[in-house]
């Protein structure tokens, strides 16, 4: 296979070395050895985030990448589609929890339904979090404007922030808990998310139209697979910008003045 010039000449003007560049990126320096001298072409998100290092267009390196890719009537990543999460029955969340063997990730505003139908559930996250399980828990900050604004879309108003609250008094016997996180983030959620190990359930969120109304798309990872690794990185992305949620009743209820 022909070498990658083009990458060659664009590395050597920015004085990026093998190296460099695979740290930037986050792979090893012999991937990059193969880009440059044998024309690899890289996975489409790996080969986006090298050009935006280098300053240059993606296609401009990877000419490949222009070409359409097949489409696929089912991804193999897509465990199962639900119309909505209505038709999920709890024991769909809790047998997905209970299979957790190296960690637990919740991403919602609130949720408050998985406490309301499965009042084990923090009993579950303990046993597992004991069991050697990361657990980290990010809930809406019911003061957050962005959450504010979805209740108004969901036509609640104040509700979401009340199930916000709700949801932290729920969780607040795991604060503290060894191997338990819980944070509140304050971002605009396109989807709910409830991974566990190398499965997620992905709740969409449509405009005007509570949770429990909107698809839901089981997905588990697969080699060569992007779907469960884009929500994977979703997760980690809001988590980087959570709080570490209050401890203590009163703290969670205290309301802030809202405009």
């Not at 957050?144 to 607040?172: D, M, T, W």
């Not at 992905?202 to 697979?225: F, I, K, M, Q, S």
């Not at 980690?236 to 969670?252: F, K």
Request: net charge neutral; proline share 5%.
């Amino acid at each position: 296979m022909a070498s990658n010039e083009r990458l060659r000449a664009t590395m050597a003007s920015g004085g990026w070395t093998h190296a460099t560049l695979a740290e930037e990126v986050g792979v090893d320096p012999k991937s990059v050895e193969r880009w440059v001298n044998r024309g690899r072409v890289p996975r489409r998100a790996t080969a986006i985030k090298a050009a935006e290092a280098l300053g240059e267009d993606v296609h401009a390196l990877w000419p490949a990448l222009r070409q359409a890719r097949s489409a696929r009537a089912v991804s193999p990543e897509l465990v199962t589609l639900y119309e909505q999460r209505a038709d999920l029955p709890v024991s769909v969340f809790v047998d997905l929890l209970s299979s957790a063997q190296e960690r637990v990730d919740v991403l919602v505003y609130a949720a408050v339904f998985l406490h309301e139908a499965y009042p084990r559930l923090n009993d579950l996250l303990r046993e597992k979090a004991e069991a050697g399980c990361r657990v980290r828990i990010c809930l809406g900050d019911a003061g957050s404007p962005n959450v504010q604004l979805r209740g108004e879309e969901e036509k609640f108003g104040h509700g979401i922030e009340s199930r916000c609250r709700l949801a932290l008094l729920h969780y607040q016997p795991l604060v503290g808990v060894p191997g338990v996180e819980v944070r509140t983030h304050g971002t605009t959620l396109y989807n709910s998310l409830y991974r566990v190990d190398d499965q997620v359930l992905v709740n969409a969120h449509v405009w005007g139209v509570n949770a429990y109304g909107t698809p839901v798309w089981h997905l588990r990872a697969v080699e060569g697979g992007s779907m469960f690794n884009t929500y994977a990185e979703s997760f980690d992305a809001v988590w980087s910008t959570a709080q570490e949620a209050p401890h203590g009743a009163d703290r969670v209820l205290r309301r802030p003045a809202r405009p």
